[in-house]
């Protein structure tokens, strides 16, 4: 059974992993551990039979929430996972009244741009270069509870 839990100390190592694994420009060790001690960002890994598969990082402004990283480990992909975890950040942003929850991702990254829409986001914008290695446009996307 799939569980969404808050990461701990124990979990920073393999998120750290899965950051390099996923990105470009990962999250660094300091990071996270400045996320897991902050009131405004929110770090979650999503574990199944003991395993952790995935990871989403994420912040509350006033009416928003904003994630910044979800990934999921390459061999446990298309099992539900980063839809769990999105699903518990919706989940998150409703208990704190938040009416929209916002993301960025690159134009080309189809795999993430499908799961977003499949959920129930939306584009409302694009940046310019927002990415680098490589440089790439970003679009914004938004879920609207
Ligand atoms: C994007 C990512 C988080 C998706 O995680 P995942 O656990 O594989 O996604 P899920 O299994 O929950 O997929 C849910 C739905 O999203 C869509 N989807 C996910 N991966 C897809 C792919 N490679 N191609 C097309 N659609 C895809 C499908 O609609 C899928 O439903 P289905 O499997 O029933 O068809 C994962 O591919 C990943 O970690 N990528 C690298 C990091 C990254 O790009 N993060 C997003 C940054 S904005």
């Known amino acids: 059974m799939n569980t969404v839990r808050k990461a ?3 979990d ?10 996923c990105f470009s420009t990962p999250e660094t060790e300091e990071s996270i551990y400045s996320f897991l001690k902050s009131k405004t ?5 999503i574990e199944d039979e003991g395993i952790v598969t995935g990871h989403c990082i994420y912040f509350f402004v006033p009416d928003n929430a904003e994630i910044i990283s979800l990934a999921v480990t390459p061999e446990k992909r298309r099992m539900g996972y980063g839809r ?13 009244n938040c009416k929209e929850v ?8 189809e795999a993430a741009i499908s799961l977003y829409t499949s959920i129930g986001f939306h584009q409302v914008g694009e940046r310019k270069n927002l990415y680098s290695k ?4 970003g679009l914004i996307m938004q879920y609207l509870i």
Do not use: M, Q
């Open 12 to 21: 920073v190592k393999g998120i750290v992993k899965r950051e390099n694994v």
């Open 41 to 45: 960002f929110f770090v979650d890994v």
């Open 84 to 96: 769990d975890l999105v699903y518990n950040v919706i989940e998150r942003a409703k208990e704190n």
């Open 134 to 137: 490589p440089e790439e446009d």
């Open 8 to 10: 701990e100390k124990k």
């Open 102 to 109: 916002y993301l960025e991702v690159r134009k080309s990254n």
